[in-house]
């Protein structure tokens, strides 16, 4: 069978709700309204309690403690159809019940002839007929207790709509609607009820009854067939006739001896559902005992019932069952079933019901400070006699320093978890980074996840994840693959003490994330080092070390002394770059300069080399752009000695748009090729200009051979 979407679904919820709250309103203000409340006195008198100033008792004259004598103008007519006591206490039986329905729907008859004659009685006893006229009730005179219980009942139906919606099919949510539906019946009798004056239409007063009644006790019924399926399924019997069942079992009750009424029996049928639904949670956390999501799940539904429910049971039910006053105000009791819709909504839907099972303890210990804070207070009032002001602080004394401290110590014993604080997390996923050895690495990782969630099982998962997620509804966390380690996949946090939430799912995320950054840091750390060495050998192998290898083969000492002096000139450069600091570019160009000179000296080769005027002369440069420049420098003036046959070499150096242009020109034979040949000697030069994004060019000249050499002074991180 196709079910329709949860959209559409829970709009007819809404719509619902809205034709209920209309048929309520409706209901309310259908009564012809008198705009005054009133009393039952113990001799049988029905006297006026209350008046409102515009109402319609008000404008005719009525006082408060006026006595309603009867209806209609002559004043010496016996009052046939007066309201009965019983109007405001329950009958002893069915049939005395009966009866009183019967007098107070004829009564109500009455008053709803227009316009309303009726005869009050003053203090004195002296009677008169005043009348009533424009009788239609505003919304706003409808009262606070009527518009609370209505509201109720459509914050509990639109809550178990939204689940219901959303999972349609389930007999756990089928279950939990139900009980929705039957509070909004239960609350929308007691709410039209609770909008009459004196006594009400027959028809009107029976239906709310029933509904009222009716809805209880098939509330309690779907309650308890809710705990027998959910979390975990405890029978297979068809517990959802358990609702029915119930209420053809009150509805049977006028047949016993005695004939009781239906409402007492009502209060005292809600009453033994309320013990069978603590017994049905009792039986659904024995049997989730093994499974922590539904333990986690019967837990904090279990709360939720118990601490709404039993809290309207106790205050009203079980009062009245007993034929005892309620402790509070019964008017608005039924408020406390809220409570049980916002509970188990969130366990319901499932999505972060594992994050409130921490939560419901922590209720628990709330709850049980206040029942303790009052607990005592009453002692102190009722046994020691102590004003209700000293009784006050003594209780907040005691439960400051008594109760709050034990509390806390029981938290701690029971569930506190000791978790690293963030500059701990941050030294111990760098320790765990920093590892060299892989397979040690993904060990430090487990240790560190066995040290933040206390799982009592990790294990490798087959599953490519990117973030972490959560497993089997808390009980499981997935993790993706770090540290060397694949994806892994834990269970039963907290040495099984508790569930994995989103809290846990984002530090989960914040430890991979930070121990890949430190992982991208060290591998970069590394590779520079690497990259360093490598550089290093090269220049020493390429500079030093075929310049020393070029003298130990020369027979000319002048030629052996010019490699030295090359070589050494290389070492400076190489151990200036090792230092690691910039060096400033006129100082680079002036030792440059200074060692071209002594070489071409020592070749008898004359050298113009203007001086050099830089925009910034505090400007400075990387090793790698003037450890390349000087090499290509020395590389092009060791061709012009050998090969150039020179009398004169011009070197003219510029600095254009963050370029350094160094251009070299000869007197001498030029290249023995065509022009723009190329060497072995030219392909050098390129590859070393190239590593820093420089070029090498050779412009046409008139004689000898022209070499400019280009250079960024700042090395881009593609170059």
Request: glycine letters at 10%.
């Amino acid at each position: 069978m196709r079910v329709s979407s949860p959209t559409t679904l829970l709009l007819g919820v809404v719509l619902l709700c809205v034709a209920t709250a209309l048929a309520g309103v409706w209901m309310a203000i259908s009564p012809p309204w008198l705009g005054g409340s009133f009393q039952a006195r113990p001799d049988g008198a029905v006297v006026i309690a209350q008046l409102v100033p515009d109402g319609p008792l008000a404008r005719a004259g009525a006082k408060v403690g006026d006595r309603l004598a009867g209806v209609g103008a002559d004043l010496a007519a016996p009052l046939l159809q007066a309201p009965d006591t019983g109007a405001f206490e329950p009958a002893p039986t069915e049939r005395a019940h009966r009866d009183m329905t019967d007098r107070q729907a004829a009564f109500s008859a009455t008053l709803s002839a227009r316009p309303l004659v009726l005869r009050l009685a003053g203090p004195d006893g002296a009677q008169r007929a005043v009348t009533l006229d424009d009788r239609v009730r505003p919304l706003n005179h409808l009262g606070a207790e009527f518009w609370a219980n209505l509201a109720f009942g459509l914050i509990a139906t639109l809550i178990v709509g939204w689940v219901w919606a959303l999972r349609p099919r389930d007999l756990a949510t089928q279950l939990f609607a139900l009980t929705g539906l039957s509070m909004l019946a239960f609350t929308f009798g007691w709410a039209v009820r609770a909008s009459v004056e004196l006594v009400a239409d027959g028809a009107m007063a029976t239906g709310t009854h029933w509904l009222n009644m009716t809805g209880a006790v098939a509330y309690g019924g779907a309650m308890i067939a809710f705990f027998l399926v959910y979390p975990t399924r405890v029978t297979r019997l068809p517990v959802a006739w358990l609702v029915p069942l119930c209420v053809l079992a009150w509805a049977a009750t006028p047949l016993l001896p005695g004939n009781p009424p239906l409402e007492s029996t009502g209060q005292s049928a809600t009453s033994l559902e309320m013990a069978l639904i603590i017994v049905a949670i009792g039986v659904q956390a024995f049997a989730s005992r093994k499974n922590p999501a539904a333990m986690a799940a019967a837990r904090w539904l279990g709360l939720s019932v118990i601490l709404g429910a039993g809290a309207f049971i106790g205050n009203v039910a079980l009062p009245i069952a007993l034929g005892r006053e309620p402790f509070l105000d019964s008017r608005f009791s039924l408020g406390f079933f809220v409570i049980i819709y916002v509970g188990m909504a969130v366990g319901l839907r499932r999505y972060r019901l594992f994050e409130l099972d921490q939560w419901a303890f922590r209720i628990l210990f709330y709850i049980s400070a206040g029942a303790a804070l009052l607990a005592l207070d009453g002692l102190l009032i009722t046994a020691l006699g102590a004003a209700p002001g000293a009784a006050l602080g003594v209780s907040l004394l005691v439960v400051a320093f008594a109760y709050l401290p034990f509390r806390d110590l029981l938290w701690r014993l029971t569930l506190g978890r000791r978790t690293l604080k963030e500059h701990e997390m941050f030294a111990a996923v760098a320790q765990v980074a920093l590892v060299h050895d892989v397979e040690a690495r993904a060990r430090a990782w487990r240790d560190l996840l066995a040290k933040v969630y206390e799982p009592l099982e990790v294990t490798p998962s087959v599953i490519a994840r990117a973030r972490a997620e959560i497993l089997e509804e808390g009980v499981g966390l997935g993790l993706p693959a770090a540290a060397g380690s694949t994806a892994l996949d834990l269970r039963f946090p907290f040495r099984g003490r508790g569930l994995f939430g989103m809290a846990q799912v984002q530090l989960a995320d914040q430890l991979v994330g930070l121990l890949a950054q430190i992982e991208e840091g060290r591998d970069a750390y590394a590779r520079g080092v690497v990259e360093e060495r490598l550089r290093i050998a090269r220049d020493l192998h390429d500079d030093v070390g075929a310049r020393l290898l070029s003298g130990l083969h020369r027979q000319d000492l002048s030629q052996t002394r010019e490699a030295m002096r090359g070589a050494i000139g290389d070492l400076r450069s190489i151990v200036s770059g090792l230092s690691g600091h910039d060096l400033p570019l006129e100082a680079v160009l002036a030792d440059l300069r200074h060692e071209t000179a002594e070489r071409l000296e020592a070749a008898g080769i004359t050298l113009d080399w203007p001086p050099v005027e830089l925009f910034d002369p505090d400007r400075t440069a990387p090793y790698r752009v003037y450890k390349n420049l000087t090499s290509a420098v020395r590389e092009v003036i060791s061709n012009a000695i050998r090969h150039a046959g020179a009398a004169k070499i011009t070197v003219d150096v510029r600095e254009t748009e963050g370029r350094l242009s160094v251009t070299i020109a000869d007197d001498g034979v030029g290249l023995p090729d065509a022009p723009g040949g190329r060497r072995s000697g030219l392909a050098n030069l390129e590859r070393r200009l190239g590593e820093i994004g420089g070029e090498v060019s050779i412009p046409p000249a008139e004689q000898g051979l022209t070499i400019r050499l280009s250079a960024p002074l700042e090395v881009s991180a593609a170059a």
